[in-house]
């Protein structure tokens, strides 16, 4: 019998040991087989037996007690995920150990988007993974707001939006009578509920004042140098291309760490969509002919009233206006009993002699000459080198393919493309497999499998890891600036 008990008691305090049971619990229990087995040789107290007996379960439990996982994640940080990226979405919580929130996310008939949450977001951090899609970028949009919005309406401590990829960054400028549509998405993103985003390498730096909210917006950079140093074999002897004028920093940067040569490409002619195109309207109404033209006695009469104003005046009420001198005009404004008004020239430098105004020849706004690119041509010597074109995001390829064959000209034996975010649009695999281009590196910042099974010249570099630190100090209360040690705004 002492056997038994013995071997239960053991028994018991392993689990205590472990961690199943407390060890009030374990106490209880070998009292009450000891009670139940030899009643005779351990009598033990009937307060004693009270005080061991087993706590009824709790109900009341603290919202952030260890007790209550929920199999979603143990802390307060709560991480969703769209259907735009979730291969990136599961990597970053597999980082931060931590699961997605279940969500049930869909369309109805008419292709509205449909929310629901599966638990509860009071008073949590939000974590919300949404890249800009290739397929459809405004699906990508409207889910980010609606779970945004959900996460508001559902009392969320604070929402983070993490944004790889920020669509509509390339338009952040005025083109013709169009809008700065970034600037529209950022009141929309920040009006859904977000209180911070995390995004990285932006088109134009100047985004981040279009938000009412701080961004983060990290850097690639490292990661790429890393993979120029470690899977480029004789990189020492690679030079950095700009592909146009407008990415003569970023190539000088990344030129400065690797310590190598640079060169740009010059001359390339530029398309409706790039952000210098600037053209005047080729039809319709120019504003020419508003408002309707004055005949030709009153519009001499205007503008003979109009350029000589300051030097023409009248002496009688009746007289002809007419040349006058300096003192003249002073003589007449004393005859009218009114002070003579000077003008600041006058002023400053005595009066100002009609001759030396100069007439350009022209009665309305001169024209602008068109501008002439001239032929392509590389500024700089990539004669036997590897070419490394650099540039944040690949969406047309044209540009680079055109890049390609003229550096292959002049003499590179490789050529790698370098960027951020791949779209890929189109018919890019096509064009990059029959390309001069040996291998296009990007990060997976946006999902491009497709793409890559397409064109095997096509390489991920994983920034995971980037994403995931910086959510990780930002719920830390931690400084991010770790994370852009020696990075500078040309990155």
């Known amino acids: 019998m002492l056997l038994f008990v013995s071997y239960h008691s053991c028994k018991l305090i392993h689990l205590a040991l472990v961690g199943s049971l407390s060890r009030l619990d374990v106490f209880s229990s070998i009292g009450r087989a000891l009670s139940m087995r030899v009643p005779s040789l351990l009598p033990i107290p009937a307060f004693i037996l009270a005080t061991l007996r087993p706590r009824e379960p709790q109900t009341d439990l603290p919202l952030h007690s260890p007790l209550m996982n929920t199999g979603v994640c143990n802390g307060d940080i709560m991480i969703l995920a769209g259907n735009s990226h979730p291969a990136l979405a599961q990597l970053i919580a597999e980082r931060l150990d931590r699961k997605l929130v279940e969500i049930q996310i869909g369309k109805f008939a008419n292709k509205e988007t449909q929310l629901e949450i599966m638990h509860s977001l009071r008073d949590r951090d939000v974590y919300i993974l949404q890249t800009g899609g290739i397929m459809d970028v405004n699906n990508s949009i409207m889910e980010l707001l609606v779970m945004a919005y959900a996460c508001k309406t559902s009392s969320a401590r604070n929402i983070i939006g993490v944004i790889p990829y920020l669509p509509y960054s390339k338009q952040s400028k005025m083109r013709k009578r169009g809008c700065i549509v970034s600037k529209l998405l950022a009141k929309m993103m920040c009006k859904a509920g977000l209180t911070h985003i995390i995004t990285m390498d932006l088109h134009q730096k100047e985004i981040q004042g279009f938000f009412d909210c701080p961004v983060d917006n990290l850097r690639a950079s490292p990661f790429l140098l890393n993979y120029i140093v470690e899977q480029i074999p004789d990189y020492r002897n690679s030079v950095i291309v700009a592909k146009d004028p407008a990415s003569c920093k970023r190539a000088t940067s990344y030129a400065e760490r690797l310590r190598v040569g640079i060169a740009v490409i010059h001359g390339e002619a530029k398309t409706r969509f790039d952000d210098d195109y600037e053209d005047a309207d080729e039809d319709g109404d120019d504003g020419r002919t508003s408002p309707p033209p004055l005949p030709a006695r009153q519009q001499g009469r205007l503008h003979s009233s ?59 706004v001169p024209m602008q000459a068109a501008k002439e690119k001239p032929p392509i041509s590389v500024v700089g010597d990539v004669g036997g080198r590897i070419a490394i074109m650099v540039d944040d995001m690949i969406d047309d390829v044209r540009s680079f393919v055109a890049a390609a064959e003229m550096l292959k000209e002049r003499g590179a034996y490789k050529i790698y493309v370098m960027a951020t975010h791949g779209l890929l649009s189109a018919d890019a695999p096509r064009l990059i497999e029959e390309s001069a281009i040996d291998e296009v590196v990007v990060t997976n910042t946006v999902p491009h499998d497709v793409q890559k099974i397409h064109c095997h010249k096509i390489k991920t570099v994983d920034v995971s890891i980037l994403l995931s630190e910086a959510i990780r100090r930002l719920h830390n209360k931690e400084s991010l600036s770790y994370l852009f040690r020696n990075i500078t705004m040309e990155d």
């Open 306 to 364: 109009v350029s000589m104003s300051s030097f023409m005046e009248r002496s009688e009420p009746g007289a002809e206006p007419g040349p006058v001198t300096a003192a003249a005009a002073a003589a007449a404004a004393l005859r009218r009993g009114r002070p003579r008004l000077r003008s600041a020239a006058s002023v400053c430098f005595g009066e100002v002699d009609p001759s030396r105004i100069m007439s350009v020849g022209v009665t309305g």
